[in-house]
Antibody
């Protein structure tokens, strides 16, 4: 069965960076794009970026261009999202999701808390 | 890219039908038939309910249906049930090769 398992919760200080991983299993990792979506407390879903694991092609929401770094390691079927120059406004749950027939499979979410 | 526009809340009684609208522009909703809808219960990850405007994932209840007219997409839930109470988000592919979400609609089953 398809699964996306994300890394655990993180706490960072303002100005720092955070890297969240998303390990895929149950399908061929290189066949489908991985999207990253975040949700601040009490707020809606916000698209951040996507990566195609095979080509390495990426796409970014304008808001996050220059601040999000998308990478992947196909040998271990894992995608990574690194967000730099964190502020308190980046406190959110970060989700990865597989793009096929919509965002059909989602990770469990990773809470990133930015606090001094 | 501005968020797609959804009503903040809708409500209905069990057994009734409701429709949630999602308005975008000619650069997103109106440009492609790549609109999806997500249901999210508190503390849970979103779940896809509709993809490609009107596609329904395998095994999903046919009480959920999607459509689109111009720059506006719609999610209709018929035969409302208590477990349908959740937040619903629309999402569209854009001409910038990204996606954009709606602000979300809270569905209350009275």
């Amino acid at each position: 069965q398809v699964q996306l398992v994300q890394s655990g919760a993180e706490v960072r200080k303002p100005g720092a960076s955070v890297k969240v991983s998303c390990k895929a299993s149950g399908y061929t990792f290189t066949n489908h794009e991985i999207f990253w979506v975040r949700q601040a407390p009490g707020q809606g879903l916000e698209f951040m970026a996507w990566i195609h694991p095979d080509s390495g092609n990426t796409g970014y929401a304008q808001k996050f261009e220059g601040r999000v770094i998308m990478t992947r390691d196909t040998s271990i079927s894992t995608a990574y999202m690194e967000l730099i120059s964190l502020s308190s406004e980046d406190t959110a749950v970060y989700y990865c999701a597989r793009n096929a027939l919509g965002l059909h499979y989602w990770g469990q979410g990773t809470l990133v808390t930015v606090s001094s | 890219q501005s968020a797609l526009t959804q009503p903040a809340s809708v409500s209905g009684s069990p057994g009734q039908s409701i429709t949630i609208s999602c308005t975008g522009t000619s650069s997103d909703v109106g440009a492609y038939n790549y609109v999806s809808w997500y249901q999210q219960h508190p503390g849970k990850a979103p779940k896809v309910m509709i993809y490609d405007v009107s596609g329904r994932p395998s095994g999903l209840s046919n009480r959920f249906s999607g459509s689109k007219s111009g720059n506006t997409a719609f999610l209709t839930i018929s035969g409302l049930q208590a477990e349908d109470e959740a937040d619903y988000y629309c999402c569209s592919y854009t001409t910038s090769r990204t996606v954009v979400f709606g602000g979300g609609t809270k569905l209350t089953v009275l």
